[in-house]
Each structure stands twice: as structure tokens, then as C-alpha cells.
């Protein structure tokens, strides 16, 4: 890190935060400008909270060096990560597969029929929530365990891996036993124990960004999940929360390319959320492909009009086929496919 | 709600929604205006999920009227909620305690230093984290029970009742027995789970806004703790995340009289975390019981330089002191008292 | 308009926002819900200023529903405008015409060299500033009407038509007499005495949006050049302004498939402002073009590294020329050409 | 500034940057770190356009590290500026004067009646729109001239000192014929060609924060005033644009701490911009005095719901009369006066 000074700062203020720095075992290493004096820090100060420096008389400001992760970074590891939910939905290679479905899991016959829609759209895995983390109290908050039981059948019915929500870090085991993959909503991104517990489990983690996450908060979410054994964490970007209101979220394209300059971890990208609107996923989801992302999420219901959740969002499974021919087109124009 | 239809939508398309409203158990009432048609939905739909209706063709948006919440609303319950922490930390009335403590219970000496000094400075109750959340998994992530059993002396030994954070919901038992209140993090603020176990307990709750959470969720997310039978939430605003890169967070202090407008809930102020920095709190707290909040925290540190966390925006014991002297003074102009 | 009273609000407080609605030329119809009274007003309030109403006694809050603009709207034109800068740079067909070149022209030899590398990269217009707008008031602010020169002598040479931005109203007639297409910057997308002047000269306005402008702004500001009786203005979505820091701005790529849904004018995507790095810019142009778009900016620069403004996100003519490659192959994959 | 370069960048690629450095005119100073090298480059490169560097093979980032504005900056003139409009109205000294009056000059009779209310209530000077920016083409644009020419009128009656806005350089010499201070809105902070103008003129100019600018980028455009030869500046926050949809603009109060420990430029609050909403604009004012502002800017309009412009966050006279009664007293409680 770097700790600028004040240009009033005196003599003795300088010492003082040399020694602070040393003190932290780093080594300091001052630099006299022509306004003002820096002094720079050197060793790994990723562990320490060095933001208290800023106390230390005659300090404007701390400027941290260092990237605050380390296991997902790229400069870590330079190979890519490749996450295996199945064989047909393998996500950090050339193939870019697509994992949709209903928002919620209302009933056997919606999942079942939903599943069948997700394998004649072409589409690799399926998506849909037992646990729903709800803003309303009273909303609709799923059926847990037996919305579990209602995606395992889908998955014995057509083949797809399951890919669902868990809340809580006390329904890991049950959600791991029935899910190929867990997913961390938004609303979860910072709940550390519930990343921890992901990171216990056995299965891949789709872990979303934060609706006010920075890049490198995000990374430091993974890490977590990294950290304690699990590797196999695809980051998913499903819009962020800004002044502008004609979606429900800004769906911020350029952490594609970001995320692949950062870290060696694959990026899915939710054109769902990230609209709030069926009549803009199609557009953003071709738009996602040709930022090179590694994977999509599409919430797609048979009868959007009357899904219990998310339903203003939701394409139908028409709109799901032909939103497939026109993906793979643009993924051939990336050297990807679909 | 309104649903509002484009310029060239069909009678058909009108007709459809009609129905799809009454389906819904609500009343249809359209209304030819000169541009367009707008349908309004007569009945209380805020336990419905009516997002879906955009779907139906002819539609050009959902306009919802009614307030998503009820147990929080002034209409609901027009007096006052006054929340007891302890004799002398009653928050809601015309008093305006001060909660005041270490981001973090660092040694059983610190907590126990930083007690005396905010009984010293006359504040009325202490904070202080055992259970920590932390954005980086290489950090400090608190002592746990052990930190609780510290605070737990140090009100022992002051007198001071203690406010101290809970992250998940397998530790609210464990919290509850030694906290005269839980707080739950800006972090958490959309952790249900959480919210559900902790309005099952019987300490009040302190809630803090998220960082990206408009006034509508804050009063969903309080639904939820009421909704479980505990009537005691105190909503927190922190500081939420906006493009301004000079303070931490940006502390929108208009949240106070806009919620005291919409809810019997009391508001406390956290200009420590509303800022990032030492040096602005001071200013930010006078804000704050200027613009009529009903209570403060203020994080204070016996030595913020080598505080383990937080540090940047800690305050030193003599600063507490200071400024619990000035925030009196702008307490009696506003007809309140600190 | 919707009207929405308080839920205590009495009759009289009802009858009079009736009244106020009458007093505006409009009807008003009042609707008892169950919970609360709407009052809708019937007629064009686009020109009235009624947020006033939300002063009366036991009003909550006035809800617009139509949009503030007319003529560019969709609904008032439903055939797309189609602005011809030049004969290879006609925006808003099936043809997406790359407009690209420095931030700046620097000198004589440097916008020459640039508008050969852009002609010979196959791009369609040149930009490039000669009056700029500079956040630092001791930064180069352009060469002003010998930059214009110098720009006209680089069409002379290549063929291409030039873009270039106008700061001032007084400015417009020599900018207009040089140029093919004005620029109105985002800091000066709310100037509307600039905007009136644009709208009153016969050249293209490519109209960039403002950091903080919703879709709605915009298509106002756009109305301001339209209805001056300039029916030829370009969208530029250039990126907002948000909390995230690792690009400079964020690209809102929804607002393609959203502008096109609401009016018929054409939309351009600048993704070196709405990313700041030359490293992401790629990326975005392809997803750019995937989203739909119409034009594309791209800024290029013979020596990035030693560019006067704007370095950081200037890609080199090599890169051009590779872009401009797969950008044809995207294009053809959702059935457009570049 | 400090270049930061990549973990993987090369000698010659750290050689390269330095040789860069010192074409620049800058003194290189290289530091290997544990991880990564820095460059730090010593000197004042304010004036310089840095950013390029990043081009540069092997470079992370650039991080600045001077201050970007000069004599807006306390480092330059420790002593606080007095900007003087009236005898009575002096900001930047123990005294917060309070400008107050309608958003628009409506009738000659409107802003009579206003300013004897303003003088009435004890306020110090009268502020009214003559030349208007409206969003909506098709809104009240102002009455021009002769609004000015009420303004003199109702100063001639009342003695109030007049603040007023002025939109475009071409109108810069007739505003300041007729006021006592100019005002520059926020949609033309950066509109740099009128902040030059205002710059070579006489009058003290009010600067309104842009919507979505950031604390530096305030006292940059400050900096082109003040370096035309125009000393008199007062910086306004008006609040910010934020994701929260309560309030029109979220008031960002801690601007005012931050600003003074950056520039000795008085601060003014405007809390009905800030808010947007009358019944919001009280707490804010007494929070903006106790948060140690200079000075107020407050809409008042003899009739509210009547106002042709910004209805909604104008305050009645009586509201203001009582208004001014507190915030004497939150005053007080500061060591400040109204």
C-alpha cells in the first residue's frame, strides 16, 4: 500500500508512520515529491487491516497496492477453471452452455413440463428455486424440500442438472444432496457463512454478485468459498443497482471482459434479472455472448403470465427455441458455441 | 395497483387484463384516457405477485400504489414504536441515547477500557463485535462466544447494556442470551433467514439498511422481524453505496424524516460507517440529531490506530467526549435531549 | 396523471385535488380503492407542471403515465428515422456504420494519420475533437477552428465524413460549417440553449446521454433538438455514471433493445467512454452490436501511449482493423452488416 | 502519481514506463515490492494527461495522487473565503445567511409578494428563476429580461440582494447587469465555456454539484472560475443521484466536513433540491446548519400548489418564518448564527 501525507505533514509524522509500517512487518520506503510525501509499503499486507493508518497524524489517505484476493486471482493461477455441473453443461471452456427455467418451482407438473421446454429449447441444465429469498414476507417462499424432490424428478425425466437456490448455511446438506449445482442470490453474496458452508460441500457454487458488489468484492466472496476447499465457483453478473430506472437492475456487460483480465474463475451472466423485462433478455443475452461470457442463465416459464414469481421477467419457451438458434449464431462469431 | 396499456393496445388486449385481474380476486376498474387506457386493480394485493401482468399483450407497465408493508406502517399503527434496550437506552421518545463502542471486541482489557470510556462520555449503551463479517476471509472474523462473554463483563462492570451483531441464524440463541440487543449487519439486511430467527427471539433488533436498499425494502425487511411476533426493530441508516468515492458510504440523512413520514419504527443514525472516516463523524452525528433520528452509534476506539478493525473511522474516548457535549446542545435546539 | 391520497385523506381534501384537476383543463375521475382513493386526471398533462399537486392536503404522491416526450416518440413516428451523415454512414438501417478516431486532433500529421488508418481499417466516419471539454481547466482544450481545419483536410484526403463536438451555442455555426454531424457531449446533454442551436442547424446531432440521465431525459433532451425542426439526432449511450470503479463509466447495454422499443430514432454505443480502458473495448463493441445497435464510436489513436487526451481508452489502428473483422461476423449473426 | 505495474511486467517493460516518466518531465522512482513494482513519478503532473500511461505493456493501473485543482485548495489559500453579495448576505464566515424565494419569477406581483416574505421571515436574500432549464421542451422557460428586471423590482422594495441562474455565456453580461450573484445549475456544472464566462465577470457565482459529480470534479470546475480572475465562489450541493427513489436527489451532507477540510470556499446546502419534497426540506436545513454549512438556499412560493416550477419542494411562507425560528437555534447549539 501506499500512505500519501499531507503536504503540511512534519518530519516526526513521517517517522511515525514508518514506524507504524514496520511495526506491521512490512517495510516502509518513503518518497519525497515536490508537493508531498509518500511512503510506500512493501510486503503482503493482504491480511492486515490497514485502513487504521489513516488515524496516524498528518495522513491524507491510504492507496492499497495489492488485489484484497489471492486464490482467484489469475495471477495465481494463470489456467482457466473449468466447472463441470454435467457432461453436457461443462462451463469455462469454448462451449457456452445455457442453464434456464422457471424462477420458482411451483408445482410437479409446472417443473416437469418447464424441464422438457429447457431440453427441446437446446438449452443444458435447469434452473428453478425450492428456498426464495423474498423481499415481501408475505410473498410466495417456496417449497423447500419438496420443491427439491419436484427438481430431482425433472432431472430423472429429461437429463438436465439442477441448479437451485440455498438460503442458509443449515440447508447446505439438503440442498447438496438433491442440487448439481447450489446457487447464492444476490441478496447473499456477503452472507460469509453461508459461502463458508458452500465452501464445505461437495458441489459447484454459482455464486451472483451483490447488487452493490464491486468487482473485487465479488472476488473476495469467491475467495471465501476458494478458501475452504471448493474450486469450483462460476461468478455470475445479473445486474447491479443504479439511478437508472427502466430496469429493474443495470445489467454491467463489461465485467466479462473485467472478471477474465482478474481471476481464472468463469463468468455466467443472468440477462433475467439483470432486465427485470422478458422483452430485453433476448437482446442482452446475445449481447452477453458476444462479451465472451462462459455460461447463461435464462428464466424462462411456460405460461409467464401466471408465474407465482418473477414472472414480467420470464420468456416462454418459444421465445427460449428461437433465443437458442440466434445465440449459437453469435457464438460462432465469437469462436464459441452454444 | 395500475396497469397502465400502451397507446395502440386492442380492446381484446383490455378485456384480457380485466380479466386477469379478477382472477386475481381484485376489482377491475378501466379508464379511457386521451392518450391511452390505464386498468386499475381495486383490492389489496400486496400478498400478490402481480409483476407477472406486464406479460399480458397490450401491456406497457405495472404501476403498483399500495405500500408493499403493513405492520411497519404509521397507518397501521399510528403511535409511536418505543423500543427499551435498558433503562437508560430507550429509543423512540424524546431522549436520544448514544450507542457508542469498539467495531470489534479485540481483548477482554479493550472492551472493558472502551466501556468505562463511553460510560466516561456519557453514552448509554455499548457496541462491540464478537461475530464479525468481513469482507476479506484472511481477516479478523471476531472471538465469538468468547467476545460475547467480554461484553457481557464489561456490562458487568458499567452498567451499560450491549448491542452486538448476529450473522446467521444458528448463532441468535447463543447471541440472544448474552446481547440486550442483536444487531443485524448492512450485509444481512436481506438475509430472511436471518430476520425470521431473529424475530423469534425476544431482544429487540437492530436493522441496518443495505447498501443498495431503497426505504420500501428497509420497511419489508422490519416486516419480516414483526411479522415473527417481535415488535422491537430499530431501522439503522448507514450510509448506502452511490458513485461518491470521498466518503465510504453516503449517508442519506433525508431517510429520517421520510420514514418517520411512513412508520412508527424508530431510526438510529450510524455516522461512523455513514462515512469511513474519523474526521467527518462529528459533523455527521450533529446532522443526525438535527434532522430528528432517534438514536446514534458511534463507533469509538481507546487507541484507533491500532484498532483491529474499522480503525480509519473510529473515534478516540476524548472526541466521544467532545461531541456528546455538542450533540446536547443540538439535541435541546430540536427539543429532544442526548 | 394518478393522484394518490392518503390513506386518512378526508372528502374534502378529495374534492379539492378534483377541483386543481379541473383548474389544469383536465378531468378528473376519482377511484375508491380499498385501501385508499386514487384520483386519475384525464388529458395531456405532458406540458403542465404538476408535481404542485403533491402539496395539497392528503395527497401521498402524483404518478406520471405518459411520456414527457411526443415527437420521438414511437408512438407518434412508428418508421425508424434514418440519418445520413455521408453515403457509407447512414444510421438507423440494417447497416451499422463505425464512426472512429482520436479523442482529440492533436496536429495536422496526427488526424491525417488517423483517418487513413480509420479508411483503411474500413471504418465509415471520423471523430475527432477540436473544441473540447476538459474536466481539468488546465488540460489542452483543443485546437477550435484549426482543429475543424485540419478535420476537413483529413476528409479532403480519405473521403470520410467528420463528427465532431460543439460546446457552445455560439460555436454551433462554424462547427456546423466544417462538420458532417455535431456532437453534443454528455457534460452538455442538459445545456439545452446548445440543444435549441443544434436543432436549428441542417447537420446530424449525435446526442450523447448524460452520466446521471434516465431514458426518459434523454429522449427529452432529444425532443429539445427536434422540435427546434432537426429531425436527424443519434442516441449515444456512453455509459453512467455508478459505485463501480474498475471502469470509468458503466455501459448500460439494455438501453439498445430499450430506446428501441420507445422511439424511432437510431442509437449509437460508445464503448470507449463507457468502459475507459482500450483493454475492454473489444468486447463491449461486439456486444454492442449483438444488443442491436445502429452506429458505433469507437475512439482510435495512431500512438495510444502518447495520445494527448483520452489515452487510456484509445486502441491502436491495429486493433481497428481487427475489430472491425469479427464486429461484420457478429453483425451477420444477428442479420446486419458492418 | 504511482504507476502500478503488473506481477508478471518485465525489466524492460518497468525500463519503459520510467523512459515515459521522464518525457513527461517527471522524476521516476521505481520500488519492487513483494509481489509487484511500482513507479511512483515525482513532480507536479496535474497538468498533465496521464492516463496514457496505462497503455504502456506491463502497467496495472495509474493511480493519481495529487489533488486535481490548485487555488480551490486549502494547501494554496489557508484562509477561508468571505463571499460577499449584500451587506446582510455574507457566506463563509460564523453567520449562515439564508437565500430564499420561488423556483421561477412567475409575475411582477409573485416575486413582490415573495420577497417581502422572504424579508419577512428574516431571510437575506431573494432567489428566483428568470432564464429557466427545463427538462421538458415543452414547460415554462423563464421570462428572460424581464424576469430579471422584476427581480431589481422587488429588490428595489424589499432591499434583498438577488441570486439568479444564468444559462448560457451569450446571457452572462445581462444577468449580471441585474444580480447581485449569479447562479450556474446543476446540468451546466461542467458546461465549462459559461463557467469561464462567469469567471471574467464581476458577481459572486453560486455552483451547483452536477447530479452525478464527483467532490473533485466540483472544485476543478470551481478551479476554471476561479482561474479566469473571479475569486467569489460559493459551492452548492444539491444532492447527488442515487438507486433511492424517496427523495428527487439523495442531499449528501457530508459533502460539507469534506469540502471545508479540502478548499477554503464557503458551502451552501440547497435541502429542496436535495429532497424534492416540502414536507422534507425543515430537517434538512436544521441538519445542514448543524452539519456546519454557510449557508441555505430554500424555495418558497406564496402559493405552492399553484407554483408553475418545483411545486412540490417549495415551503410557504409560514413554513419558512417558522423554519428560520429553529434554525437560529440549531445554530446556536454550533457557535453559528443564522
Known amino acids: 500500500m501506499i500512505i500519501v501525507m499531507k503536504a503540511q505533514a512534519t518530519e516526526e509524522q513521517i517517522q511515525h508512520v514508518k514506524e507504524m509500517i514496520r511495526e506491521m512487518g512490512l517495510i516502509d520506503h518513503p518518497i519525497k515529491g515536490s508537493e508531498l510525501t509518500v511512503v510506500a509499503a512493501i510486503g503482503d499486507d493482504r491480511k492486515k487491516d490497514s485502513n487504521a493508518l489513516e488515524q496516524a497524524p498528518g495522513v491524507d489517505r491510504v492507496v492499497p497496492i495489492l488485489a484484497p484476493y489471492k486464490m482467484a486471482s489469475l495471477e495465481t493461477q494463470p489456467e482457466r477453471t473449468l466447472v ?42 435447469l434452473r ?42 443449515s440447508e447446505v446438506d439438503v440442498v447438496s444432496k438433491y442440487a448439481d449445482c447450489l446457487q447464492v442470490g444476490t441478496r447473499n453474496s456477503q452472507n460469509f457463512k453461508l459461502l463458508e458452508a458452500c465452501g464445505k460441500q461437495p458441489r459447484p457454487v454459482l455464486l451472483k454478485r451483490g447488487m452493490a458488489m464491486t468487482i473485487d468484492e465479488l472476488l473476495q466472496a469467491a475467495e471465501y468459498i476458494l478458501s475452504m476447499g471448493n474450486p469450483n465457483v462460476i461468478l455470475c453478473e445479473r445486474g447491479i443497482r443504479t439511478f437508472e430506472n427502466h430496469t429493474r437492475n443495470t445489467l454491467s456487460l463489461s465485467a466479462v471482459p473485467e472478471l477474465h483480465q482478474r481471476t481464472h474463475l468463469p463468468i455466467l451472466i ?55 438458434g440466434t445465440l449459437k449464431r453469435v457464438a460462432e462469431a465469437v469462436d464459441r458455441s452454444v
Open 84 to 125: 463441470r455441473i454435467s457432461d453436457e453443461c461443462v462451463i469455462g471452456g469454448k462451449h457456452i452452455p445455457v442453464i434456464a427455467g422457471p424462477c420458482s418451482v411451483e408445482s410437479e407438473a409446472q417443473i416437469l413440463e418447464s424441464a422438457h421446454a429447457v431440453r427441446a429449447a437446446g438449452a443444458h441444465a
Open 270 to 324: 443472468d440477462p433475467s434479472h439483470g432486465t427485470g423485462h422478458a422483452r430485453l433478455v433476448g437482446d442482452m443475452a446475445r449481447a452477453a455472448v458476444a462479451a465472451n461470457c462462459d455460461a447463461l442463465a435464462i428464466e424462462m416459464h411456460p405460461d409467464p403470465e401466471h408465474a407465482w414469481t418473477d414472472g414480467a421477467q420470464s420468456v416462454t419457451p418459444a421465445a427460449l427455441t428461437e433465443m437458442m
Open 128 to 169: 428453478g428455486g425450492a428456498f426464495k429469498p423474498r423481499t415481501n414476507p408475505y410473498c410466495f417462499q417456496g417449497h423447500g424440500e419438496d420443491g427439491l424432490k419436484m427438481l430431482a424428478a425433472a432431472r430423472e425425466a429429461t437429463g438436465l442438472a439442477i441448479v437451485t437456490e440455498v438460503l442458509t448455511p
